[in-house]
């Protein structure tokens, strides 16, 4: 499972594209464009634009799996998120699962400023 994720990483504010490897996240190639879902739009809320921090809303589209995080780690900004995904159509428990067994993952919800409700 390549897993990849948009956020910050877990010293400074800022929204970044990573691979996550090892425990940790590293740049990548792929560009925010060349993704068939906006990062930027999730966790999509409809009208009410926001979900509380630590909402975590899941979606597959176009052969992407993706759990999207209301909120950051290192990011206190109103509409800060934390979106992991994968190029893989998988059952979203099965998702969730690695998700939770994920070293850089568990890294990120540590250090969420508040409870992520899985």
């Known amino acids: 499972m390549d ?6 990483d877990l010293r ?3 929204h970044y594209l990573w691979s996550v490897e090892k425990g940790d996240c590293y740049s990548t190639r792929r560009k925010m464009g060349e993704l068939p879902f906006n990062v930027e739009g999730l966790p ?6 926001e979900y509380p921090v630590g909402t975590v ?4 589209f176009a052969g992407f799996t993706i759990c999207a995080i209301s909120g950051s780690c290192s990011d206190k900004r109103i509409g800060s998120k934390s979106i992991f995904f994968v190029e893989d159509d998988l059952r979203i428990e099965v998702f969730q699962d690695e998700l939770k067994r994920n070293e850089f993952v568990q890294k990120v919800i540590k250090q969420m400023p ?3 409700v899985w």
């Open 12 to 14: 400074q504010p800022g």
């Open 44 to 49: 999509y809320a409809g009208w009410k634009k």
């Open 114 to 116: 508040f409870e992520v």
């Open 3 to 8: 897993l990849e994720y948009y956020g910050t």
């Open 57 to 60: 809303r899941y979606y597959k």
